[in-house]
């Protein structure tokens, strides 16, 4: 699969407080670069909880969102940067 990067790499927030809706994507590429399985949470914009999935160490995925969402994560381990999925 190919990917267009929409923006910079960030670490994520690490609170309901601290998510980000990376540049109002609606594909944001996660990857955890630590050792440990880490909690990744997705929150309206009014944060109000949508959802949450584990992201296991080095693993790295693409995370289907509205604009408006935002995303966060039990660690700053885990970065994310908003993507077009090409293909």
């Known amino acids: 699969?190919?990917?267009n990067v929409l923006g910079t790499e960030a670490a994520c927030g690490t609170s309901?407080?601290?998510g980000?809706?990376?540049g109002s994507g609606t594909c944001v590429?996660?990857?955890n670069s630590?050792?440990?399985a880490r909690l990744v949470s997705v929150e309206t914009a009014g944060a109000s909880l949508i959802g949450t999935f584990t992201l296991g160490a080095g693993s790295t995925v693409n995370c289907s969102k509205n604009p408006t969402d935002e995303v966060f994560a039990?660690?700053?381990e885990v970065l994310g940067v908003s993507v077009g999925?090409?293909?």
């Open 1 to 3: 699969m190919k990917v």
């Open 74 to 76: 039990a660690h700053a």
């Open 20 to 22: 980000s809706n990376f």
């Open 29 to 31: 590429r996660l990857h």
């Open 34 to 36: 630590g050792s440990t």
């Open 85 to 87: 999925i090409i293909g």
């Open 16 to 18: 309901s407080t601290n």
